[in-house]
């Protein structure tokens, strides 16, 4: 069974530029994740979609992040001006839902804004 | 406010021996909990869970215990192997809607051959 894909592995940017991340869960779940985490950090929810509804979007930056999930499956999401404090590891998730169904993670993309 | 607390931020074992990973957290509605292992570059993959309605939950090398009355749960790993040498996150849920994990900072085990 292929893992939750995400693309790209890592990107630099400079300040205020924009950059998209892509991913693409395991078929069939439900529920998709975006987390941030900062080095020296446990990964922060951003949005969780269940199927192409977003359920939390709390802690997302509206004024910079953007997140869509069309038709259910894959997703991006998007910051727009990106700032240095943005600089992090981007970690996309997907489970079948329900509380006691883990979440599969993947590799995660690291974003460098210099 | 940090709701899951790993307050040491790494351990170090000898092989062969017991390591035991401790996590706190404050949240009462939570009500099950999650151990994560990450490897540098990879994401976080699943490693054993358990629910509130138990207090203990055992799976090979790996046993999770929970302390409701303490809000205190801990990862015990025996036999330690270097390939355990990872960062492990603890992360907490609750029953519910739009439920979603929340995770401590990590702990960073080292074990020595």
């Known amino acids: 069974e292929a893992g939750v894909a995400q693309s790209p592995r890592y990107k630099i940017i400079e300040k205020r530029q924009s950059v998209a991340f892509w991913c693409n869960p395991i078929?069939?779940?439900?529920?998709l994740y975006w987390y941030q985490q900062i080095l020296g950090q446990g990964p922060k929810l951003l949005i969780q979609?269940?199927?192409?509804?977003?359920?939390?979007d709390s802690q997302l930056p509206k004024d910079r992040f953007s997140a869509e999930r069309l038709k259910g499956v894959d997703s991006t999401l998007k910051i727009q001006p990106a700032k240095l404090e943005d600089s992090a590891v981007y970690l996309c998730?997907?489970?079948?839902?329900?509380?006691?169904?883990?979440?599969?993670f993947g590799q995660g993309t690291r974003l460098t804004v210099v | 406010d940090q709701q899951v607390k790993q307050n040491s931020p790494s351990l170090s074992v000898q092989e062969g021996r017991i390591s035991i990973l401790n996590c706190d957290y404050t949240?009462?509605?939570?009500?099950?909990f999650l151990w994560y292992k990450k490897y540098p570059a990879e994401g976080p993959t699943f490693l054993i869970s358990?629910?509130?309605?138990?207090d203990k939950n055992e799976d090979g090398r790996f046993t999770v215990f929970l302390n409701k009355s303490a809000k205190h749960l801990s990862l015990h790993i025996v036999p330690s192997q270097p390939g355990d040498s990872a960062v492990y996150f603890c992360?907490?849920?609750?029953?519910?809607?739009?439920?979603?994990?929340?995770f401590g900072k990590g702990i960073t085990l080292s074990v020595r051959p």
């Open positions: 998730a997907s489970s079948l839902g329900g509380v006691s169904t883990e979440a599969f």
């Open positions: 078929s069939g779940h439900a529920t």
């Open positions: 979609f269940q199927n192409n509804g977003v359920v939390d």
């Open positions: 992360a907490a849920t609750y029953t519910g809607a739009n439920s979603k994990l929340t």
């Open positions: 949240n009462s509605m939570f009500d099950y």
């Open positions: 358990i629910s509130s309605i138990k």
